[in-house]
C-alpha cells in the first residue's frame, strides 16, 4: 500500500511564505516525477510545478519565480517553497507522484491535499 502525505499548509497574509511538504510511504520501488497541483473553489485543477527524478522542474507562469519545487529522493519527499504568496494563490494543494511499487506496476497517486489561505 502507498500513500502520500501532504503537511503544511494554513493561513498567511500575503506576502508569506509557507512550505508544503509531501511523503510517500509504503512499499515504494521507485519514484520518478513528482508535483505539486492545486484547485480553487469553483475552478479546475492545474499544475503548480513539477520535478523528475533528475531534478529538471517546470513551473506554471503564475508562480514563476515565487515558488520552488525541491525533492529528497533519500525521503522519498517532495517540497514545494511559497514565497510572495498572493490571494490569489489560495487553494487546495496536492501532491502527485508517478511511482511503481515493489509489488505493483508503475501508477500515478495522489495525496489527499492541504488547504492553504492567502489573506488579503
Known amino acids: 500500500q502507498v500513500q502520500l502525505v501532504e503537511s503544511g499548509g494554513g493561513l498567511v497574509q500575503a506576502g508569506g511564505s509557507l512550505r508544503l511538504s509531501c511523503a510517500a510511504s509504503g512499499s515504494i520501488f521507485s519514484i520518478y516525477d513528482m508535483a505539486w497541483y492545486r484547485q480553487a473553489p469553483g475552478k479546475q485543477r492545474e499544475l503548480v510545478a513539477s520535478?523528475?527524478?533528475?531534478?529538471?522542474?517546470n513551473y506554471a507562469d503564475s508562480v514563476k519565480g515565487r515558488f520552488t519545487i525541491s525533492r529528497d529522493n533519500a525521503k522519498n519527499t517532495v517540497y514545494l517553497q511559497m514565497n510572495s504568496l498572493k490571494p490569489e494563490d489560495t487553494a487546495d494543494y496536492y501532491c502527485?507522484?508517478?511511482?511503481?511499487?515493489?509489488?505493483?506496476?508503475?501508477?500515478?497517486?495522489w495525496g489527499q491535499g492541504t488547504q492553504v489561505t492567502v489573506s488579503s
Open positions: 502527485n507522484a508517478e511511482l511503481r511499487g515493489r509489488y505493483s506496476g508503475s501508477r500515478e497517486y
Open positions: 520535478i523528475t527524478g533528475g531534478g529538471s522542474t
